[in-house]
């Protein structure tokens, strides 16, 4: 870790708030905000203020652990509601109710104690979710760069590093991990629209990391593909069926699908924490579909598109396994057949 | 034609200068320029205020026309200068050359008439190549709407529509005239990043012909796909090899790719204007590269990434011909072996 900025989240040393790197207002602003209502932590998640699938889990983990903290009065019954509101923040990453689902499981383990002691129970369960975290991604770098050589040219999507993870990301951990060992990778980011996570956070987070990093048009992945720049497709996920269908970022299916094309690996990068045994499939996974305004007005000087238009926006999409060339967890890499 | 906004390049009445709407500035303005100068018809194709590989030939037919219609001294010198220069302006659509060999052919046909009557056959030969433009659209929307049904979902990419041509367009023409026949088609248009032709263009004109159209980010058209919208894809292009590699917008050769692997058919609208004999594959087209710029500044309120950041942004691609279903031309419908 040689993040020249600080975490993207943490528990304010006296336990009061989440602190969070506002994410909407990079790369011009770097600005942390604290967290200290259930409004306020529900809100930025929802509008991706703190964003990445471990993030959100472990934003969720701190949060419920502040705001229950100075609860004395209906304690187990106001933290089973707090759960119940924040895991309605955002529908498909699953480390947020699985984070949150730990948290209770704490609670419930240690009913029968003090509520001084379940509190410093909860504070510890959550600094444990996030320490592992930092832990999973060191490991899941170890893993993917046994699959990478030097030189390579990786093509990512919207941003599964630093700002994403407590630690150096998923799928951008094995490139901090190799350029530390001198593979020197040539780094090519999507622009992720809508809401730009590949320009304004991948891009930012690796230029910090002095990586070798071009800002590309997710439309322009086929060109590059084809001018023999990418060696290897690295994202992470947000939730992976039990077939190994997986959930990410718009765009991603399309690059698995030009990569299979293409011959190139394609390899998704993810915590276990992140495999939902409850998903056969793909199609057992709810996509969030979000405002339009985000693709024709959001982050733009004038409207892009005449007022009234129709728009299809979904914020995810479930990447056939057939296209994923292997997984990539803290416990190994798993190749196909997923089932 | 039911244009509510009048043709998007004209000749002005007294021949002195070509009019075009400005693209740069739609859906938010309508403005129409006179090019009177070299430089002005150079930079109005330059820097895309005008677009569309037709629309770009009648300009630079209209516009040699102009810029020497008032010459006496060096008449026929000057018009191969022009003529280099304008061809100039742009590298990959070869209807700019196209039109342009076409004029200079006029003109050699007719160097032994006095310089009256050769400058009013060659605003006679100009005005027959807008004109042959609108009858090509109108056959092309003929045949390729034979391949289609009432009520099926198309997906198009950038603008090859009215704004395009001096009809209804290459790929948009089928919509309009399956509209006016009662078709009831449903559109979906890629933004069409990064100059967002696909947002600002082909939107605006389809709504303003009263077209049911939805716009997504160039990344969701796999989930659109997966999900069983888009029955066929259909885009114009720029320039098609003799084995049927064809170059068009970024972007299009990776919907051509995921329309194979959805088993959706991919169709390629042109004019036999845009065939280049002298390309054997895609490997023999030119491919601009655009400024960085226009990724991460140009639109924006403020820098999408990182001041530095390194982009990769071609404005079009190759997509292989075993990905196109078929190509349309006036001329009839061709199916592969192309070569």
Redesign the interface.
């Known amino acids: 870790m040689e993040n020249s900025y600080s975490k993207s989240v943490m528990l304010s040393p006296d336990g009061g708030s989440v602190v969070i790197l506002d994410q909407t207002l990079l790369?011009?602003e770097i600005k942390y905000l604290e967290l200290k209502t259930e409004y306020e932590v529900w809100e930025a998640i929802s509008s991706l203020r703190v964003r990445g699938a471990p993030a959100i889990g472990i934003v969720s983990a701190f949060g419920i652990y502040v705001l229950t903290k100075d609860m004395t009065y209906d304690f187990f019954d106001e933290f089973k509601r707090i759960k119940k509101y924040l895991s309605t923040s955002r529908p498909t990453a699953i480390n947020l109710s699985w984070a949150l689902e730990r948290m209770e499981r704490c609670l419930d383990d240690n009913k029968d104690e003090d509520i001084g002691s379940i509190k410093e129970k909860l504070r510890i369960e959550a600094e444990a979710i996030r320490m592992e975290d930092e832990e999973t991604c060191r490991l899941i770098g170890e893993y993917a760069l046994s699959l990478l050589k030097p030189g390579m040219g990786i093509l990512t999507h919207c941003n599964a590093g630093r700002l994403a993870t407590a630690g150096d990301g998923t799928a951008l951990s094995p490139i901090y991990l190799g350029n530390s060992r001198g593979y020197s990778f040539r780094v090519?980011a999507?622009?992720?629209?809508?809401l730009?996570q590949g320009?304004?956070l991948t891009?930012?987070e690796l230029?910090q990391g002095s990586v070798?990093?071009?800002?590309?048009?997710?439309?322009?992945?086929?060109?590059?593909m084809?001018k023999g720049?990418v060696d290897a497709v690295i994202v992470g996920c947000d939730r992976v069926a039990m077939n190994g269908d997986t959930a990410n970022k718009?765009?991603t299916?399309?690059l698995a699908?030009?990569a299979?094309?293409y011959d190139i690996p394609f390899y998704v990068c993810c915590p276990t924490s992140t495999l939902d045994p409850d998903a056969e499939t793909g199609a057992d996974i709810t996509?969030e579909e979000r405002d339009?305004k985000e693709?024709?007005e959001q982050?733009?000087?004038?409207?892009?598109?005449?007022e009234?238009?129709?728009?299809?926006?979904?914020a995810f999409?479930?990447t056939d396994s057939k296209y994923i060339t292997a997984i990539i967890t803290e416990k190994g890499i798993i190749y196909p057949p997923y089932d």
Chains 1, 2 share one sequence.
Do not use: H, Q
């Open positions: 790369p011009n090519y999507g622009e992720t629209r809508p730009l320009a304004r891009v930012w230029m070798d990093v071009t800002l590309i048009c997710d439309s322009a992945a086929s060109s590059l084809k720049s718009t765009g299916s399309a699908i030009l299979a094309a996509i339009g693709i024709y982050w733009f000087k004038a409207p892009m598109a005449p009234g238009v129709k728009t299809y926006n979904p999409d479930i």
